[in-house]
């Protein structure tokens, strides 16, 4: 909220309209006016447990309702939403396959493939990719690519941790250029190029 919408509402908090309940919805209470939180009733709502998200999920005929909430960053309705869509799958699969490959690699080809999907979604399968590889060489599990556990302990066993954390700040960095009218192509080949030289 800008300050002249924050000031809107708090009058409003402060003189409600009769009968009238207000619900206020944030994932980020620190950025609330603290003249606006003094007027509400806090209540958490935290993530539910993975377990019942996953009986929820089969319940709404979720294919793979564990792949597809780890995937999701253990948010259900996202999970949902991705499992819907079998492109989405597909291309997933594909692209986590080009990025197991140890031999053959095809930085050039990858980037020209993920043209045609919304560069946020590549760079999330990327970053989590990238993620799952620092987890595997520190605790020997994998949180968001389950499916692709022994593709992806085939390919960390070369890499050191700190070449991973490297290209994990290089994905943060291109986040700020995905939506800038630079050639994106030439963002995911510099990106794939650097990936695929950890493994040489």
Request: aromatic share 8%.
């Amino acid at each position: 909220l800008n300050p002249n919408a924050a000031n809107a509402l708090l009058k409003m908090l402060e003189e409600p309209p009769v009968q009238t309940l207000f619900v206020l919805v944030t994932n980020h209470l620190s950025r609330i006016l603290p003249t606006i939180r003094s007027r509400c009733r806090l209540l958490k709502l935290p993530a539910p447990d993975d377990r019942d998200a996953i009986t929820w999920l089969a319940q709404h005929d979720c294919a793979e309702p564990a792949l597809n909430l780890a995937l999701a960053g253990f948010a259900p309705l996202n999970a949902l939403e991705n499992s819907e869509d079998r492109g989405w799958q597909a291309q997933r699969k594909q692209f986590c396959e080009a990025l197991a490959r140890t031999h053959s690699a095809d930085p050039i080809a990858l980037a020209e493939s993920v043209l045609k999907i919304a560069p946020a979604t590549v760079l999330r399968w990327f970053q989590t990719w990238i993620y799952d590889l620092v987890s595997l060489k520190t605790t020997q599990t994998n949180r968001y690519h389950t499916d692709q556990l022994n593709s992806q302990n085939n390919f960390k066993n070369n890499i050191q941790l700190i070449e991973l954390m490297n290209i994990y700040n290089k994905i943060i960095a291109a986040r700020r250029l995905i939506h800038h009218p630079l050639n994106l192509k030439l963002v995911w080949e510099s990106l794939f190029i650097k990936y695929f030289n950890l493994n040489n």
